[in-house]
């Protein structure tokens, strides 16, 4: 992307090692962005690819699942780049159990890092953008927020709350200025659908239903979160869009 749509932009994206955060971080600095890359681990390479297309990044260590950590991510983020202008709710892991023998453990686990800490990001972000009234906020939802999916209670639950939370926050914050909405992947080909991928029977069961006839990939999103993030959308609000070739529609 040549246009600098989005210059000197801070924005910040959880879960950008790998997959769609990464094209998503990757997109945003073309588009000139300085990126706040919030992980788990000292991972470079992000980090490192971000920077050759000549915008600043920094990493904010966090792990999603503990909350107090969470909280502290947008005051650092501030303190280190000035504001927040664009936060991108990414981050996520899955567990899959029959549900009679889905562990507690599990389940809060990803009830923290998919739904608790979009909340905590959302309000941390949500208090610096209402007050200079201007912002974007892009949650990451699914197509199990809309659908129950199999052995997945736990990430189904979370999904189907990233959305609705979407649509509440939108309603308070349209009017101040800040747009919150989501992107909804279908079927990508990213490690977490690795056991979907490698299962020769429902790989192809949901080929089948895809209209466009691949599995996604994550450069697919790239478009969709620039439009979200950009003066684009500044008329969008409360809107979960699809990103699914067709999958939705069928």
Known sequence: MSEKVLNHQIAVVTGA??????SIALALAEAGADLALVQRSDNQETKEQVEKLGVKCEIILCDLNE?????????????????????VNN????????????????WDEVLNVQLKAVWLLCQGAGKVMTEKKKGKIINIASLLSFQGGLYV??????????????????NEWSSL?????????????????????????RSRQILERIPAG???????????????????????????????????GR
């Open 67 to 87: 909350s107090e950590e969470v909280k502290k991510v947008i005051p650092q983020v501030v303190e280190k780049m000035g504001t927040v202008d664009i936060l």
């Open 214 to 248: 691949r599995w996604g990939d994550p450069d697919d999103f790239k478009g969709p979160v620039m439009f979200l993030a950009s003066e684009a959308s500044n008329y969008v609000h409360g809107h979960l869009l699809p990103v699914d070739g067709g999958w939705l």
């Open 17 to 22: 090692t790998r997959g769609i955060g990464k």
């Open 153 to 170: 209670p736990a990430y189904a639950s979370a999904k189907g709350a990233v959305g609705q939370l979407t649509k509440a926050l939108a």
């Open 177 to 201: 200025g800040v747009n919150v909405n989501a992107i909804v992947p279908g079927y990508v080909a990213t490690d977490m659908n690795t056991a979907l991928i490698e299962d020769p029977v």
């Open 91 to 106: 981050a996520g892991l899955q567990k899959r159990h029959p549900a009679v023998e889905f562990p507690e453990a599990d």
